[in-house]
């Protein structure tokens, strides 16, 4: 990185991200994840019930600036995952990673932790399924240079985090903590990875 330039980081995925962009537009305190503007420029690319499958039908998935963004931070699978078998949500995640680091150019991939969701808003097994997932994403990026997977904090303990839909991360004013964990995990994790 020359000197003085700044380190761009993108955000990608589904609707979590979507939400996440929509939040922290709405409040300026959060711009930039909170990060230093004269070091960083955050940015999002996202789009609610995103796939790997309706990914290339997306263009803005597909055209990336020049030069492209230092750092990446994907969340997505878990709406891949209500359709399609464990192992292909792997696959899909860690070649994607691949084609952003190789293909596109991206210094740093962060493949963000899946999370559960409420049973009675998704299909028998999905959160048995994301422990799975999650694990093979931990143990596939540890032999990838420049591919991290990354496990969000504040969690994990209970479902708490879930908004009404069962689905998605709460992002009421009640609830604003549980959505500003997000910010806090992702923004630590760009920190760590940037160095």
Same mark, same amino acid.
Request: glycine letters at 8%.
């Given at each position: 990185?020359?000197?003085?330039?700044?380190?761009?980081?993108?955000?990608?995925?589904?609707?979590?991200?979507?939400?996440?962009?929509?939040?922290?537009?709405?409040?300026?305190?959060?711009?930039?994840?909170?990060?230093?503007?004269?070091?960083?420029?955050? #940015?999002?690319?996202?789009?609610?019930?995103?796939?790997?499958?309706?990914?290339?039908?997306?263009?803005?998935? +597909?055209?990336?600036?020049?030069?492209?963004?230092?750092?990446?931070?994907?969340?997505?699978?878990?709406?891949?995952?209500?359709?399609?078998?464990? !192992?292909?949500?792997? +696959?899909?995640?860690?070649?994607?990673?691949?084609?952003?680091?190789?293909?596109?150019?991206?210094?740093?991939?962060?493949?963000?932790?899946?999370?559960?969701?409420?049973?009675?808003? +998704?299909?028998?097994?999905?959160?048995?399924?994301?422990?799975?997932?999650?694990?093979?994403?931990?143990?596939?990026?540890?032999?990838?240079?420049?591919?991290?997977?990354?496990? !969000?904090?504040?969690?994990?303990?209970?479902?708490?985090?879930?908004?009404? #839909?069962?689905?998605?991360?709460?992002?009421?004013?009640? !609830?604003?903590?549980?959505?500003?964990?997000?910010? !806090?995990?992702?923004?630590?994790?760009?920190?760590?990875?940037?160095?």
């Amino acid at each position: 990185m020359a000197e003085g330039a700044k380190i761009h980081v993108r955000l990608m995925g589904h609707s979590y991200i979507r939400r996440l962009g929509e939040f922290i537009a709405a409040n300026e305190n959060y711009a930039n994840l909170q990060l230093d503007n004269t070091r960083y420029f955050v #940015d999002f690319q996202a789009r609610g019930g995103l796939t790997f499958q309706r990914l290339a039908q997306c263009a803005e998935f +597909t055209n990336f600036p020049k030069p492209p963004p230092d750092v990446c931070f994907l969340q997505m699978g878990g709406n891949d995952l209500c359709r399609v078998q464990p !192992h292909k949500v792997v +696959t899909d995640l860690l070649s994607y990673a691949q084609y952003l680091r190789d293909g596109v150019g991206i210094k740093n991939v962060i493949v963000g932790q899946l999370l559960r969701r409420q049973p009675w808003a +998704t299909r028998p097994g999905y959160n048995e399924d994301v422990i799975y997932v999650n694990n093979k994403l931990k143990e596939g990026t540890a032999t990838l240079e420049n591919i991290y997977y990354w496990q !969000h904090r504040g969690f994990w303990t209970d479902l708490s985090y879930l908004g009404r #839909d069962g689905v998605h991360i709460e992002g009421t004013s009640r !609830h604003m903590k549980k959505y500003l964990h997000s910010i !806090h995990s992702i923004r630590i994790a760009v920190l760590h990875h940037s160095r």
